[in-house]
């Protein structure tokens, strides 16, 4: 598909720089993309201690080891952090590294705005960690902020509205970046159907963040002017109606919900025909489902507040607005098991990432089709079968993709191959695991138990309790994933340029690692 | 062909961006500290945007002194101006947001209040006798009783400024095109002249609605969209007023060119966005 890298060419070659510097002001973006992912994984640590509090809490009915404020405060910030801090970042973090390598660009298109993305977060997530040390504790009122309850937070309130403006900016930034990089920086005869599919799911996950995040920060800067201005945006008594927070929040959260789960799209895109080693069945099919799930993003939010109150025109709407998604996203699960149709697979930890993901995703889907039927959703709403649904989706689906991707592009960034014997240790664990917890939820969600409740009637202890020893082995076994990227890192077998088989695409026509500057003049892609 | 082989500009480290970070932070914790009545919170607060503005400067003028000695071509200027279009867009998301609540309330909640639909024991129970109307300060009266803003009178003032803004910075531009510098320089001039009358304007059309109208930002659901609207309108436009100013500072020690003058056209499309936003504020917070 391309010709020989360009590298050589380059006259005086900056190295990195030396100590802390290197870091701090960084413009390269292959040391952006690590600091994201080793500050995505970081976070992920953070917000898998907040799980374990909760999933301890929840062993075994009565209260054991925390008070219910800040099992609130828990589930809370296990989410903000979870969402905001890992999900999002670790997926930036793989933009960075893989969009300029995939488009032959020499680096991010705006490198100095890359650094300041990056680096606004880990002041914003130091800020909004210190709010658990704060009188009243940290929010409570779940990650949603729903007014009127968020604004009873105690001192917490002002700093999380303004640590969640500071994500807001990072990833405005960011995602202005990644548009600017996408458009701007292809090399000659990279035409935009000819683009990995990994840098077509984040161009339109680009939009989505510049499209839903300034609407965030609008929502929570009227929680702020509501507590300290007297505005009334959520006051009914002068006029409000905090109704219309939901809708304002969910307008950006379920554009939000797809900017975690597009790019994981694309990761697995990349990878099934690697290793399938065939072409992905439906290119073009593919990049037209991941726009249309994008536009109905917008026009779905609603499904999140069936029971809150709302005309049955609004509801038949939501409903059927939110059952079309199915069927774009019915297109890419097809795709994707066409392409391993009859293709020569092997199942190295990526691909095996990526086939685990096709099964739990589409079951994270379907849960989330019977969440859609109105009549069915006044059932299940505020129940763990909710908690049960998007975790599918973000564990076996957004993060799984993250870790497929981490494995499959690792080699190409250490030069190392990773410890394929643990890789695949890592594999069963996370994917035993991961349903060992969240499967169990469905029927606990089912037979009526709510989310968020420190206690529980005693006919659900037992799915309480396995799902509990679900997550301890499965948040353990990811310390397991930290030890082999630290091992490949370190060292191992040296990697070939391609790393994979069936690989092709322009990042592995560079060497293994990558060099520091790679594509500074364009590669010429046939 | 030439330009295909050059190298695109990638800056090898930079201070700015972790300054901003710090300051950033500094602002955001000094401003929570604040609201919560903490000793160090103004502090922080002015130290924060003490290194902001140090940053702009500082970045800013780098980004200059790179434009100046002629290293970007036209991909650097082509990232520049698309990063320019999609912030502009996140701003109009932004207000979007506003009008959202705009719309929400007067669409919906407040017919609601009223008992309209299947909400009749919402108004009978909780909010009897409440008349939906617009403007309200809603079923509770907050704020006691208020005038809203007319829209004769300052609001139109306020618009044929902007809309005139409009038009003499489209002047200011051809003159930059067509190499006529002091066309160019008045063109500026009375843009921004004009940007800060509609700012004073705002100000006293602000003390009118607290002095005498009683309209404040505690006067329910009308005051509260009436002053976050224009407010942030407000702020944008001191915004872009400043960079008008920063702008015309530039054209006086001879920066841009007919061919070369992105940083003009970025401000020019960021007025244009300020002055879009006020005909939306104008139709449907005062008109309608």
């Known amino acids: 598909m391309t010709s020989h890298a360009a590298e050589h060419h380059d006259e005086h070659h900056h190295g990195p720089e030396k100590g802390l510097k290197r870091w701090l002001f960084a413009t390269n973006h292959k040391d952006i993309g690590t600091m994201y992912l080793v500050f995505a994984l970081a976070m992920f640590f953070v917000g898998g201690a907040m799980a374990f509090v909760i999933r301890a809490e929840l062993f075994q009915p009565g209260l054991q080891f925390v008070d219910p404020g800040f099992f609130n405060q828990m589930t ?47 002041f914003a997530f130091t800020m909004l960690f210190s709010t658990l040390f704060m009188d009243g504790g940290a929010p409570a009122g779940g990650w949603t902020l729903y007014p009127p309850l968020v604004l009873q937070t105690g001192n917490a309130f002002p700093f999380v509205i303004l640590s969640v403006h500071m994500m807001g900016i990072s990833s405005i930034m960011g995602s202005i970046n990644v548009i600017v990089t996408i458009m701007n920086m292809r090399a000659p005869g990279m035409t935009m159907l000819k683009m990995p599919l990994f840098t077509w799911t984040w161009l339109i996950t680009a939009y989505l963040l510049i499209l839903a995040m300034p609407v965030l920060a609008a929502a929570v800067t009227m929680l702020l002017t509501d507590h300290y201005a007297a505005t009334s945006f959520f006051n009914a008594a002068g006029g409000g109606d905090p109704v219309m927070f939901q809708h304002i929040f969910w307008f950006f959260g379920h554009p939000e919900v797809y900017i975690m789960i597009l790019p994981a799209f694309g990761v697995i895109s990349e990878i099934i025909p690697t290793f399938a080693r065939k072409k992905l069945f439906g290119y073009s099919a593919m990049v037209y489902a991941t726009a249309s799930i994008a536009f109905l993003s917008f026009i779905v939010w609603a499904h999140h507040m069936f029971t809150v109150g709302m005309p049955l025109s609004g509801e038949l709407f939501f409903m059927f607005a939110t059952m079309l998604i199915a069927v774009p996203t019915g297109v890419k699960v097809f795709n994707w098991v066409s392409t391993m149709w009859r293709g020569s697979m092997t199942f190295e930890t990526p691909m095996l990432f990526a086939v685990a993901f096709v099964f739990l995703f589409t079951i994270g889907g379907f849960s989330g089709l019977m969440l859609a039927i109105v009549p069915a959703d006044f059932q299940y709403h505020d129940t763990y079968f909710v908690v049960a649904h998007f975790h599918y989706v973000l564990v076996p689906g957004a993060v799984f993709g993250i870790m497929a991707g981490v494995y499959y592009w690792l080699p190409k960034w250490s030069g190392n191959m990773y410890n394929e014997k643990l890789g695949k240790l890592h594999f069963w664990l996370s994917t035993i695991f991961v349903n060992v917890t969240f499967f169990p939820q469905h029927f606990l969600g089912l037979a009526g138990m709510p989310r968020r409740i420190p206690d529980y009637a005693t006919q659900f202890a037992d799915f309480n309790l396995i799902s509990s020893i ?11 994933f930290v030890y082999i990227i630290w091992q490949c890192v370190r060292g191992g077998t040296k990697a070939t340029d391609e790393v994979w088989e069936g690989s092709h695409g322009l990042e592995w026509t560079l060497p293994s690692p990558a060099p520091y500057h790679s594509f500074e003049l364009p590669p010429t892609v046939r | 062909m030439s330009e295909a082989i050059r190298k695109y500009y990638v800056p090898h480290g930079s201070a700015w961006p972790i300054i901003g970070s710090v300051s950033l932070f500094l602002l955001a914790f000094g401003a929570g500290n604040w609201l919560n009545d903490g000793a160090i919170g103004r502090y922080m607060v002015y130290a924060g945007t003490a290194g902001l503005l140090y940053m702009v400067f500082g970045w800013f003028g780098e980004v200059i002194r790179e434009s100046v000695s002629g290293i970007f071509g036209r991909r650097e200027d082509s990232s520049f101006r698309q990063g320019m279009i999609w912030f502009i867009m996140s701003e109009v998301m932004f207000f979007a947001g506003f009008f959202g609540a705009l719309f929400y309330a007067r669409q919906l909640a407040i017919p609601w209040l009223g008992g309209e639909g299947a909400n009749i024991f919402t108004n009978l129970l909780l909010w009897s006798g409440f008349e939906p109307a617009w403007p309200t300060n809603g079923p509770g009266g907050l704020g006691g009783t208020f005038e809203p803003m007319p829209w004769k009178g300052l609001p139109l003032i306020n618009t044929a400024l902007l809309l005139t803004s409009s038009v003499t910075i489209t002047i200011a531009h051809h003159a930059l095109i067509d190499g006529n510098r002091k066309l160019l320089k008045w063109g500026l001039a009375a843009t921004f002249v004009l940007g800060f009358l509609f700012l004073g304007l705002q100000v006293e059309e602000y003390y009118e609605a607290y002095v005498h109208l009683n309209l404040k930002l505690s006067t329910g659901i009308y005051g509260s ?64």
């Not at chain 1, 999002?88 to 993305?117: C, E, H, K, T």
């Not at chain 2, 008008?244 to 841009?256: A, D, P, T």
């Open chain 1, 470 to 480: 679900g997550a301890f082995v499965f948040g353990l076994s990811q310390l397991l």
């Open chain 2, 225 to 288: 969209t009436f002053f976050m609207l224009t407010g942030f309108h407000g702020a944008h436009v001191t915004l872009g007023s400043i960079m008008l100013v920063v702008i015309w500072l530039r054209v006086l020690r001879g920066h841009f060119t007919p061919t070369h003058h992105f940083g003009f056209e970025a401000v020019a499309w960021y007025w244009h966005f300020v002055d879009v936003v006020w005909l939306g504020l104008f139709i449907f917070v005062y008109i309608l």
């Open chain 1, 76 to 122: 809370t910030m296990h989410a903000l952090f979870m969402i905001f801090g890992g999900v999002m970042p670790a997926f930036v973090g793989l933009a960075n590294w893989m969009i300029p390598l995939q488009v032959g660009a020499p680096d991010m298109a705006l490198p100095r705005m890359n650094n300041w993305s990056f680096w606004i977060l880990p």
